[in-house]
C-alpha cells in the first residue's frame, strides 16, 4: 500500500542553524501538507502546496520556512534559523484532491538545543 | 473561522467498556469534511473517518461507531468493548470544501484515551 515517507525521523539541531525536513509524498497525490505538533498539544497546519506553488499557509509559518518540490517527488520543509520553540513534531500529508483524506507520513521529530 | 472543539483532555476506561469521545465544531461553510485520526504511542496519525456534511448517516465499523449531528455541530465517536490497543489520542478535524478550499485541517486539542486491563 503506497504510503507517505519522512526523513530523517529524528532531527537534532542547534539554534540558529538551517534544518530541512524531507517528504515522499504518494506518487499520484496533487495536494502536498506540512503540519506541526508541539509535543503534548494539538496537530497545526503550517502550509499546503499544490501545482508547485503554496496555496495557503498560516501565521506560524514565517518567514524563516521555506517549502520546496525540487524534483517531482521529494517535498522539502526548511526552516532558515532554527529557535528553540521550533521544537516539535513535523507531519507531511498527502492527498489525491483537497476534499479527500490526507495520508500523514511518521513524522519528524526536531529537536532545536 | 473554523475551529474544533474536544472537551474531553483525558478519558479513563477499564478494558470492555464503550466509550465516547465527543467533537463539536464551527465552521461558515455550508459544505465541509469531518475527521477523525488516532495517534498512538508510537506518533503517527492513522485515519479512521471523513465525513461529509451532507451525510448524516450514522456510520458503524467493526468495534467504532460515529454520530454526526448537524443540529448540534457535533461529530462523536463511540468505541465499543474498548480494548489495551485501544489506548491512544484522538483527534478530530475538520476541513472546507470549495474552490477557495486548499483541504488544510484544522484540528482539535485532542482527548487521550487510556484503557485499563
Known amino acids: 500500500e503506497p504510503e507517505v515517507t519522512q526523513t530523517p525521523s529524528h532531527q537534532v539541531t542547534q539554534m540558529g542553524q538551517e534544518v530541512i525536513l524531507r517528504c515522499v509524498p504518494i506518487?499520484?497525490?496533487?495536494?502536498f501538507y506540512w503540519y506541526r505538533q508541539i509535543l503534548g498539544q494539538k496537530v497545526e497546519f503550517l502550509v499546503s502546496?499544490?501545482?508547485?506553488?503554496?496555496?495557503?499557509k498560516s501565521e506560524i509559518f514565517d518567514d524563516q520556512f521555506s517549502v520546496e518540490r525540487p524534483d517531482g517527488s521529494n517535498f522539502t520543509l526548511k526552516i532558515r534559523s532554527t529557535k528553540l520553540e521550533d521544537s516539535a513534531m513535523y507531519f507531511c500529508?498527502?492527498?489525491?484532491?483537497?476534499?479527500?483524506?490526507?495520508?500523514f507520513g511518521p513524522g519528524t521529530r526536531l529537536t532545536v538545543l | 473561522a473554523q475551529k474544533v472543539t474536544q472537551a474531553q483532555t483525558e478519558i479513563s476506561v477499564v478494558e470492555k467498556e464503550d466509550v465516547t469521545l465527543d467533537c463539536v465544531y464551527e465552521t461558515r461553510d455550508t459544505t465541509y469534511y469531518l475527521f477523525w485520526y488516532k495517534q498512538p504511542p508510537s506518533g503517527e496519525l492513522v485515519f479512521l473517518i471523513r465525513r461529509n456534511s451532507f451525510d448524516e448517516q450514522n456510520e458503524i465499523s467493526g468495534r467504532y461507531s460515529w454520530n454526526f449531528q448537524k443540529s448540534t455541530s457535533s461529530f462523536n465517536f463511540t468505541i465499543t468493548a474498548s480494548q489495551v490497543v485501544d489506548s491512544a489520542v484522538y483527534f478530530c478535524a475538520l476541513s472546507g470544501h470549495g474552490s477557495s478550499n486548499t483541504g488544510k485541517l484544522i484540528f482539535g486539542q485532542g482527548t487521550t484515551l487510556q484503557v485499563k486491563p
Open positions: 500529508a498527502s492527498s489525491g484532491l483537497t476534499d479527500n483524506e490526507q495520508f
Open positions: 506518487s499520484n497525490h496533487l495536494y
Open positions: 502546496f499544490y501545482n508547485n506553488e503554496i496555496s495557503e
